[in-house]
C-alpha cells in the first residue's frame, strides 16, 4: 500500500458532516489503487455496502459494472491491473428520504488530483456517472448525451451511466448502450489487459 493510500484511509476531514447525516456514519475511506494499474475505473463514491466490506463495488452496482466490463472479481480486484477512484472515497452517507447524498466536494479537492497524479496514464478510463463524467470530461451535459458520445472518446475513454439498478429503467430506453457501446468497452478491456 502506497503512502498516498495511507494516507486517505486515515482522512477524517468530513467526520462532522457524515455525523449530520441521516446515517450520523463514521468516515471509513475505500483507497483501491496502486501505481502502474492498467485500468481507471472513476466512480462517484462508495455506498452503504461498500462502507461496510472496506471494497469497492462490493454491492449489485458493482455486479452490473464487472459484467459491462466483461471481467470476474478476480480481475476487477487486482490493483495491479484496476484502480478504483471515486470522486469521494467515503459512503456520503443518505438523506432522511433514505436518498445517496452527493460526494463531498473537500474529498475530490483534497485527494483527487494527487491520485490522478500518482497514478499517472493510463491506457483506458472507464468514467462511471454523471459526477465522474464532469470531473474528468469537463462536461456540462447530461448523462445520456455524455454516454452516447462514447465514439468521440474511445479507445481511452469510456463514460458510463451509473450501474445501479435505478438505472435499468434508462438502460431499456437507449438500447444502443448493451449493444454498440459495451461491446466495444469489453472488447477494449481485453486488448488492455492483454497488452
Known amino acids: ?20 447525516t441521516h446515517t450520523e456514519h463514521e468516515p471509513r475511506p475505500v483507497a483501491w489503487f496502486q501505481k502502474g494499474a492498467r485500468i481507471l475505473i472513476a466512480g462517484q463514491a462508495p ?18 459494472l464487472r459484467a459491462w466490463l466483461g471481467i470476474d472479481e478476480t ?28 460526494p463531498p466536494k473537500v474529498c475530490g479537492s483534497t485527494w483527487h488530483d494527487r491520485v490522478m497524479e ?4 493510463m491506457p483506458l478510463t472507464v468514467l462511471v456517472g454523471g459526477y465522474a ?3 474528468h ?7 445520456t448525451q ?7 472518446r474511445a479507445p481511452h475513454v469510456f463514460a458510463l451511466p451509473h450501474p445501479s439498478w ?16 459495451l461491446p466495444n468497452l469489453r472488447a477494449r478491456v481485453q486488448e488492455v489487459l492483454n497488452d
Open 1 to 20: 500500500m502506497s503512502e498516498l493510500s495511507r494516507e486517505i484511509q486515515n482522512c477524517r476531514l468530513c467526520a462532522d458532516r457524515f455525523k449530520a
Open 47 to 64: 455506498g452503504a455496502r461498500v462502507h461496510e466490506s472496506g471494497r469497492p463495488f462490493t454491492d449489485l452496482s458493482g455486479d452490473r
Open 75 to 102: 480481475i476487477f480486484y487486482d490493483r495491479s491491473q484496476i484502480a478504483i477512484v471515486p470522486m469521494a472515497f467515503c459512503f456520503p452517507g443518505y438523506d432522511a428520504k433514505g436518498s445517496d447524498l452527493p
Open 118 to 121: 500518482h497514478l499517472g496514464e
Open 133 to 135: 463524467h464532469k470531473y
Open 137 to 143: 470530461l469537463g462536461v456540462k451535459t447530461g448523462v
Open 146 to 152: 455524455t454516454v452516447k458520445e462514447w465514439r468521440s
Open 166 to 181: 435505478r438505472n435499468t429503467g434508462w438502460i431499456k430506453k437507449n438500447s444502443w448502450f448493451e449493444s454498440e457501446t
